[in-house]
């Protein structure tokens, strides 16, 4: 049976006030100890449909656990703003190498929403730097619109627990409830197997479904700003090297075709569908005009 939190507990974060479920916060407590105790790190997923709300959820367990390291910590507990946030695999890749005991990074979705290359890219630098942060004793936090379209690595064999945000009674813009799945004797990897087909998340039996409020700990209008930036410079970037493999795998082809059946230049031009023009210049470094 899926139970409910007796209460929410009030979070003091920077002067501000937020509430969060007593069972999520005492999940939060045992994950930092273990990271702070035994030298190891913690990896949670957050996954829903756009707008339920997981980067405001993510954010505030971030909060959460910042409160919780610095009782470890003290004065040498890294901060937690908007600068531990990252939107592309290849920032938050480069953020992970260079982590430090007590960091709370966060891969949040913006710029794999519905974006499979994307997402495929994502996986396999995830699954690389993954062996290198074990023992960083820190706290990777991925946002995703699910984690049906990860790489089984991840949820199978590294994640600690997924939080699955969910519109109650699936009404239209409902938003404030989740559910978590913990790794913990193998809930996690049953869900992932059972429900990937599907993508069916009643195949996991969830430690327990809370709600959470809305504060979000940074400024929202520069956390927007920052993330569509990200996607622009992200899809800019991602285009280039895209043209240029094909660009590249044109050429080739190209000269093969003229070395095996030398067609005259036209009917080049007119197979690949380029000005004749383009087919002197790609034949050139070969010996130039046929």
């Known amino acids: 049976m899926r139970q409910y939190s007796l209460r929410m507990v009030r979070v003091i974060w920077n002067k501000q006030n937020f509430y969060m479920s007593s069972y999520w916060l005492e999940n939060l407590k045992n994950y930092t100890k273990g990271v702070m105790e035994k030298n190891t790190s913690a990896v949670i997923l957050f996954d829903g449909r756009s707008g339920l709300g997981k980067t405001t959820l993510s ?6 656990l910042h409160n919780e390291i610095r009782n470890y910590m003290g004065k040498k507990t890294p901060p937690f703003t908007l600068e531990n946030i990252y939107y592309t695999p290849d920032n938050f ?8 005991k007590g960091e709370i990074i966060i891969l949040d979705e913006a710029m794999i929403l519905s974006n499979r290359s994307a997402m495929s890219d994502m996986n396999k630098k ?3 730097i993954m062996s290198l942060i074990r023992s ?4 990777v936090i991925f946002n995703l619109n699910s984690i049906f379209d990860m790489d ?3 949820p199978l064999h590294r994640a600690d627990a997924l939080v699955h945000l969910y519109a109650e009674d699936d009404r239209f813009a409902a938003r404030g409830r989740y559910m978590v799945i913990p790794a913990w004797r193998g809930r996690l ?16 039996k969830s430690a327990f479904v809370d709600r959470f409020d809305g504060f979000f700990p940074f400024n929202e209008k520069e956390y927007e700003k920052r993330k569509q930036k990200a996607i622009e410079d992200y899809f800019e970037n991602a285009a280039k090297p895209a043209s240029s493999k094909i660009k590249k795998s044109r050429d080739q082809a190209v000269r093969n075709v003229k070395r095996i059946y030398s067609p005259p230049s036209t009917e080049l031009a007119e197979i690949f569908d380029v000005s004749r023009r383009t087919i002197y210049s790609i034949l050139k ?6």
Request: hydrophobic fraction near 35%; include cysteine.
């Open 59 to 64: 954010s505030q367990t971030g909060c959460a």
């Open 93 to 100: 890749v480069e953020r992970l190498k260079v982590a430090k």
């Open 126 to 128: 995830v699954i690389i």
């Open 136 to 139: 960083k004793q820190i706290f």
């Open 152 to 154: 089984k690595n991840l």
């Open 189 to 204: 990897k049953m869900l992932y197997i059972l429900g990937k087909k599907y993508y069916d998340y009643s195949k996991g």
């Open 285 to 290: 470094p070969k010996g130039g005009e046929p």
